[in-house]
């Protein structure tokens, strides 16, 4: 069973910086991972997606502020935001993919407030 927990969530001023962090343990096969966000009442929405080869998909709303990258010896997924926006504020959600399921983490909590 594959197990994701994130970290690096929290409050930080516009403008600010946080780095998330999203650990899968449990497999030695991790293929595809990535973040999605989501705000209370919306759907859950894709942020950025990495391949285990290092491709990469992000979102065009963070393209430029954001920058997703993987330790595949860690089987770690990192999302650096920079430049954050009060409408960044959200629940981010790690996936990593294995055998074909995605698995989810808890979430951690972004908050860009003044």
């Known amino acids: 069973q594959v197990q994701v927990v994130e970290s690096g969530g929290g409050l930080v001023q516009p403008g600010g910086s946080l780095r998330l962090s999203c650990l899968a343990s449990?497999?030695?096969?991790?293929?595809?991972m990535g973040w999605y966000r989501q705000t209370p009442g919306n759907q859950r929405e894709l942020v950025a997606e990495?391949?285990?080869?290092?491709?990469?998909n992000v979102r065009d709303y963070v393209k430029g502020r954001f920058t997703i990258s993987r330790d595949n010896a860690k089987n770690t997924v990192y999302l650096q935001q920079n430049s954050l926006k009060p409408e960044d504020t959200a629940v981010y959600y790690c996936?990593?993919?294995?055998?074909?399921?995605?698995?989810w983490g808890q979430g951690t909590q972004v908050t860009v407030s003044s």
């Open positions: 996936y990593a993919n294995s055998g074909g399921v995605d698995y």
């Open positions: 990495i391949s285990r080869r290092g491709n990469t």
């Open positions: 449990g497999s030695s096969s991790i293929q595809d």
